[in-house]
């Protein structure tokens, strides 16, 4: 039984870290020079969501793996053609064109545990593709077990510099901020994560101005952060939701998108991403929000909240 085909949502991520399409389209970031390339095969779209967290960690391109005849949704019935597959050596024909991967240095490469090794698509793609002079790492996600797919990965992989693979189980059961810090401590090991990543602790300091209250907060220094803080001084129309946050649209939201994540600390300046919204959260959430990227913090007492009416102006500008 393949391991790895039992459905996962990503939402509520969460796993166990192991270390040691078709042909499909490529599809790229905003970035024209990248040294990454993130390949990936997936069945029920749990490899695909870390394939996609590993592309905006690597700011690199993605390329999706996929099948010129696709693999039925039964189970069984995928397992039973997976293992002839392998046995008769019979690989799968890719769809559509497979990558220059000339253009990078470095190439990971993902996909499921299939009865405790490399998923066919993935063999495929690795018995095509000339790694020669390239640096090569695999991932792999599974229900528990990952049986001998590290070893039989590397196996196929020629002519390469060979980095260590990572493996994530059960990853519906990781926490956001979990799961990232485990992929962040994987491209860290490896090379592949980008000095932008990591927060220096710079911060430039701001004031909110509500009516004749005056708020102190900072910036950090990350890529979303100084976007905001070159739109300042800015007014933004807040409203009042429960007795948590304000939030309202920017006029220049920022175009980056970075270190997502779930929940928050009271205190923080936000964009919630879903809903292209800047947020303040002074007190504690009925339930966490997904999608937030953190800009900065409040610095002075927030007990002005308390009394604040439910829409206000804030007018933000960078502190004399």
């Not at 002079?133 to 792999?140: N, Q, R």
């Amino acid at each position: 039984m393949i391991s790895a085909l039992m459905v996962f949502t990503l939402a509520a991520c969460g796993s166990n870290n192991h270390s040691s399409e078709n042909r499909t389209s490529k599809e790229e970031t905003d970035s024209d020079t990248t040294d990454v390339l993130v390949v990936y095969y997936s069945y029920s779209g749990t490899t695909e969501g870390i394939a996609q967290r590993l592309q905006e960690k690597t700011d690199g391109d993605l390329y999706k793996i996929e099948v010129v005849e696709p693999y039925p949704s039964d189970i069984n019935e995928t397992s039973d053609r997976a293992e002839q597959e392998r046995e008769s050596g019979n690989l799968p024909e890719l769809a559509g064109e497979l990558p220059d991967v000339s253009a990078y240095d470095v190439i990971l490469v993902g996909g499921p545990v299939w009865t405790s090794t490399v998923a066919p698509p993935v063999m495929s793609f690795l018995e095509q593709v000339d790694f020669g002079g390239k640096e090569v790492a695999g991932f792999w996600t599974d229900s528990g077990n990952p049986g001998n797919y590290a070893a039989d990965f590397e196996a196929q992989v020629e002519g390469a510099t060979l980095h260590e693979s990572f493996g994530l189980s059960n990853v519906s059961s990781y926490e956001e901020d979990e799961l990232n810090q485990e992929l962040d401590s994987w491209l860290t090991t490896i090379g592949t994560l980008p000095e932008t990543e990591t927060i220096t602790g710079e911060k430039t300091n701001i004031t909110i101005t509500v009516g004749d209250t005056v708020i102190t907060a900072e910036l950090n220094d990350s890529k979303a952060a100084q976007e905001f803080k070159d739109s300042l001084p800015t007014t933004v129309s807040m409203t009042r939701m429960g007795e948590h946050e304000y939030y309202g649209s920017l006029e220049e939201p920022p175009t980056e998108t970075e270190n997502l994540q779930e929940g928050y600390e009271i205190g923080d300046l936000a964009f919630w991403t879903p809903g292209d919204l800047f947020a303040v959260y002074f007190d504690e959430p009925e339930e966490a929000p997904s999608g937030l990227m953190i800009l900065g913090k409040i610095t002075s007492d927030m007990s002005v909240f308390d009394t604040m009416d439910s829409s206000v102006e804030m007018q933000i500008k960078i502190a004399e």
